[in-house]
Structure formats: structure tokens, C-alpha cells
């Protein structure tokens, strides 16, 4: 059974920092694309990031760029992105996406909320 479990969420000021964790088991870690998305309240699902494992391309939404960073550690099957200089549109329930050619996974969502 696939699990991907997010942690690391919860209430930062404005230009603060956090580290979202997304733990995989159940699954060849190492053969995914694994990805960070988001949906801010009310809002629909958006990408963040992503990281392929292949040739280690990250990719990001224009919104994030410069300021998050995906990274992933294989050995621990974990996939990170850290987030700094935090804005209030940050605020959003961010989840945790693994995906192959066959397959997709979710986790079950961790919370951001920033404040001013």
C-alpha cells in the first residue's frame, strides 16, 4: 500500500520560513517524479515544484520561484521543499504528489497559514 505522508505545516509570519516534509513508502522512491502542490482556500489545486529523479531537474511555478526549493533524499525516502520570505497568497493546504508513467499518489495535505 502507497503512503505519502506530509509534515511540517503550521502558522508563520510574513517573510518566515518552513520545511514541508513528504515521507513515501509502498513504493521505488527513486523511480518517481515527486512534486509539491497546493490549494488555497477556495481556490483550485496548483503546482508548486517538482523534482526528477532521472537528472535531478526541479521545476517551479513562477509564484515560488526563487524563494522555495524542492530537494529529496533517497536514502530516506523523503522529498522536502523549504519555503522562505513566506507571503500571505502562501497560505494553502500543500500536498505531497508522487508520479510515474502508471501511477499517481497523493498525501493527505499538510497546512500553511501565514500571517501578517
Known amino acids: 500500500q502507497v503512503q505519502l505522508v506530509e509534515s511540517g505545516g503550521g502558522l508563520v509570519q510574513t517573510g518566515g520560513s518552513l520545511r514541508l516534509s513528504c515521507t513515501a513508502s509502498?513504493?521505488?522512491?527513486?523511480?518517481?517524479?515527486m512534486a509539491w502542490f497546493r490549494q488555497p482556500p477556495g481556490k483550485d489545486r496548483e503546482f508548486v515544484a517538482s523534482h526528477i529523479q532521472k537528472d535531478g531537474s526541479t521545476y517551479y511555478a513562477d509564484s515560488v520561484k526563487g524563494r522555495f526549493t524542492i530537494s529529496r533524499d533517497i536514502a530516506k525516502n523523503t522529498v522536502y521543499l523549504q519555503m522562505n520570505n513566506l507571503k500571505l497568497e502562501d497560505a494553502a493546504v500543500y500536498y505531497c504528489n508522487a508520479i510515474d508513467t502508471d501511477d499517481q499518489y497523493w498525501g493527505q495535505g499538510t497546512q500553511v497559514t501565514v500571517s501578517s
Open positions: 509502498g513504493l521505488t522512491f527513486n523511480q518517481y517524479t
